[in-house]
Structure formats: structure tokens, C-alpha cells
């Protein structure tokens, strides 16, 4: 027997979560169906920036494992330059915990939740949408795709073009307190080791996740220079707890993250900085956007869901090709852009205040001047 219902989001992860928790205060219940058994493990570095945190309405520091001040840069594995600040810059999270976290805030106000059910399949008709898993099938007014890098709503609906992967890998590693320590309220990015891409240390309570990542297309000596990486932080006795990869997916011009009665959110419709990797920011950014178009379109205020294509584009599309531009200067010239990082100032002042959500990359990149700023610095250094 088909179940109904107005809503179902594929996927529990922040997007997921966030638009169930969204809809679940404008009292929309949802269905959202998990393939995993929550709280369940996310290959992640873990880090919210506090602009990420900045969006949600309540404080998640009962599930941050620990709160970061300060970034230590480094260029191919040589001395730091140290960027901090007085105030949280970053909390690190164990996935499995804050999403679940989030979920369960949604369910509080109504959501309801079906984990361990992996959707197959979806087709959209006249006037509902039909979502299969093994052994149930579901009929909805729309379908989100909430469902991540390999989303299945995605490519079920022909929406995966326009997009380009990150490739990245990382492990888990439980290290002796004393090493621990070391790394209390500090990440460390080292921006030469790994070609097109860096390398990263996030602290946890009990661990440490470091991981490195690249354009997929450069991936092929990835594990061997974070390996080398790896070894470089001179950690005692540690193990791995746990290691893996994922890809992290980034749209390129003209990304179509709505269809019909369907929605992408977050990593589903590629909406990671390609300069950073960071995914969680717009994966509940593009919720909370989502949110009123679907409650407008569910009350009949809207004819369809098309205005969270002109939001989408507008308030993150913008933004992430300011940051392609950028990652492109990073990814050309990760030895020049370390240098300028040391030397002046104005460019940790000016990545400071975007992990702070203070300004944006459009703002960066005329506080440094473009591209002829850089020249600039660089003819000087
Ligand atoms: C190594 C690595 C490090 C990263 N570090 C950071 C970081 O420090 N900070 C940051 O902001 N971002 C980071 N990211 C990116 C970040 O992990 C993602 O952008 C973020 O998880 C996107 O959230 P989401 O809710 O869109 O998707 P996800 O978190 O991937 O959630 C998708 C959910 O959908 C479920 N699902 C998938 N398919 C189906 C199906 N068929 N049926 C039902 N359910 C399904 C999955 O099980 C999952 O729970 C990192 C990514 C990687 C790979």
C-alpha cells in the first residue's frame, strides 16, 4: 500500500535535517527517509564555521568537541604562519553525533523519520511523486534530495550535470593525550603537500581527523602525499580508528537544482566551496532557503517550486563561482599564496571574517585587490 504524505526529504544529513526542522516550525511535517541507522558515521573533517553555526537558531556547543581559535598554514609541510583570533572561529563536530543532533531537533517538532531505509527509486508524475525503497513505496506533493554527494534523487531526474568532484580522504586516528594536547583549539592546513588541493588536522576530544583532498582529476598520488603528510606531524603511538573517502561535489555554471515537484539541497546539488571544501554552511543555507518556497508552494501562494532555482543561484551560486575564481589562484599558486597569506595581513583578516560569515568572497577578492592585486603582491614579494 502507498503511503502519502506532502513532503518527504531523502537524506539526514544537515541539509536534510535542517529543511525537516525548518518546515517542522512552520508546522509542515515531513518524512525523511535515511539509508543508514542514525546516528551513523560521516567521512568528514568535522569543522562548522561559526557562520555555519551562525544560521541555526539554537547552540550546539553541548555536541562540539572542541572550539578553534586559531589556523595554523603551513606551505609544503615548512614553518606556520598562525591566524587567530579571540573568538570561536570553527567548532569540530564527530558527524555522526551533530547530525543526529540536528535530526533529532526536527523530530521535536513533528518530522518524522525513517532511518535505515535506502531509496531506489523516484518518478515524478502529473500531480505526486512516487519514492521506493526495498520494501515500501511513498507518494508525495515533492521530493527532496537531501541524499549527498552520490545523490540518487539526482540522477534518478537527470540533475547531475554541472558538476566537478573533489576527491578527499581521511582518517580518524586516536592519539596519546599528550599529543592531544598539542592541537587543543588549533587546525593545521598545509597548503603545498597535496598538488591542487591541502591537507588538514581537526581536533576532536579523543582524536584527531586528518584528511588532505584534491581536484578528482589530480587525485592519483593523493594517499601516498598524505601519507607523507601523515608522518610529518611526528605523532607518537596512535591507531586509526577509522579511515575512508568520499567525494565532495561542487557545481559549475548553470546548475539546475530544481525540477518539476523536486529540490536539491546541500551536497546533493553540489553546493561545497571549491576553495575550502566546506559543505555544511550551504547545506543548511539552501534548507532554510528551500523552506519557504516549499511552504508557499504547499499553501498555493506559488504555482511550483522554480523561485528556489532563483534564490539558489542568487545567494550561493554567486558566491561559489567568487570562490572557484579564488581556488583557482590557490590551486596554481599555493606557494605564492602562502607567502602573501605570511607577509601581509590583509588576507587572513580578510578569510577571517568569511569563516565568520562577516563578508563574502566578492568582498575578499576586492579587499585583495583581484586578480591584479595579487600580481601586485607577488611582483613585490
Ligand atoms: C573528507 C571530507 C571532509 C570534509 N570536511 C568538511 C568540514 O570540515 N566542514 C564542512 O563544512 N564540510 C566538510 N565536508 C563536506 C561535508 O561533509 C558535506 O558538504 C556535508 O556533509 C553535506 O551535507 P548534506 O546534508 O548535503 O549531505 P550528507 O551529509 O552527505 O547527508 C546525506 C545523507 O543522505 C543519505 N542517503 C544517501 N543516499 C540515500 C538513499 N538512496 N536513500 C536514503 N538516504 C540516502 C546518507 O546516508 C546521508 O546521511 C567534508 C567532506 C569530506 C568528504
Not at 56 to 71: N, P, R, Y
Not at 81 to 104: A, K, N, W
Not at 166 to 181: R, Y
Not at 325 to 347: G, N
Request: charged fraction near 25%; aromatic fraction near 8%; charge should be positive.
Amino acid at each position: 500500500m502507498k503511503q502519502n504524505y506532502d513532503v518527504v526529504v531523502i537524506g539526514a544529513g544537515p541539509a536534510g535535517a535542517t529543511l525537516a526542522y525548518e518546515l517542522g516550525k512552520k508546522g509542515i511535517g515531513v518524512l525523511v527517509l535515511e539509508k543508514e541507522k542514525l546516528p551513523r558515521y560521516k567521512c568528514c573533517a568535522g569543522g562548522v564555521t561559526s557562520k555555519a553555526a551562525n544560521l541555526l537558531d539554537f547552540d550546539i556547543s553541548a555536541v562540539a568537541e572542541d572550539v578553534i581559535c586559531e589556523v595554523a598554514f603551513t606551505f609544503n609541510l615548512g614553518n606556520p604562519f598562525l591566524g587567530q583570533h579571540s573568538e570561536p572561529l570553527i567548532y569540530t563536530v564527530m558527524r555522526d553525533v551533530f547530525d543526529h543532533f540536528l535530526m533529532q531537533r526536527a523530530q521535536r517538532l513533528g518530522a518524522m523519520l525513517m532511518d535505515g531505509k535506502r531509496v531506489t527509486q523516484i518518478q515524478l508524475g502529473g500531480d505526486s511523486v512516487e519514492i521506493s525503497t526495498a520494501d515500501s513505496t511513498f507518494r508525495s506533493r515533492l521530493v527532496v534530495g537531501a541524499d549527498g554527494a552520490y545523490s540518487i534523487v539526482a540522477r534518478e531526474l537527470s540533475m547531475n550535470r554541472g558538476i566537478e568532484y573533489i576527491t578527499a580522504i581521511e582518517s580518524e586516528i586516536v592519539v596519546a593525550e599528550d599529543d592531544l594536547a598539542k592541537w587543543k583549539s588549533r587546525v593545521r592546513i598545509d597548503l603545498g603537500v597535496i598538488p591542487g588541493g591541502y591537507a588538514w588536522v581537526f581536533p576532536k576530544r579523543g582524536q584527531l581527523s586528518i584528511g588532505a583532498g584534491c581536484r578528482a582529476s589530480r587525485a592519483r598520488h593523493l594517499n601516498r602525499n598524505y601519507q607523507k603528510f601523515l608522518n610529518s606531524l611526528s605523532i607518537g603511538n596512535y591507531t586509526i580508528a577509522r579511515s575512508g573517502s568520499h567525494l565532495i561535489p561542487t557545481c559549475t555554471e548553470g546548475r539546475l537544482v530544481w525540477q518539476d515537484r523536486a529540490l536539491l539541497l546541500g551536497d546533493a546539488a553540489g553546493l561545497t566551496d571549491p576553495l575550502t571544501g566546506e559543505g555544511i554552511y550551504n547545506a543548511i543555507r539552501s534548507a532554510q532557503l528551500a523552506a519557504p518556497v516549499i511552504e508557499n508552494y504547499l499553501t498555493g501562494a506559488a504555482g511550483g517550486l522554480q523561485d528556489y532555482q532563483q534564490i539558489v543561484d542568487k545567494k550561493i551560486i554567486t558566491e561559489l563561482r567568487m570562490a572557484r575564481t579564488l581556488a583557482k589562484y590557490f590551486i596554481r599558486f599555493p606557494r605564492l599564496v602562502f607567502r602573501i597569506l605570511s607577509k601581509s595581513d590583509r588576507v587572513w583578516r580578510a578569510e577571517r571574517k568569511v569563516i565568520l560569515g562577516e563578508t563574502d568572497y566578492a568582498a575578499v577578492n576586492e579587499e585583495v585587490g583581484g586578480l591584479k592585486g595579487i600580481l601586485g603582491q607577488l611582483l613585490r614579494l
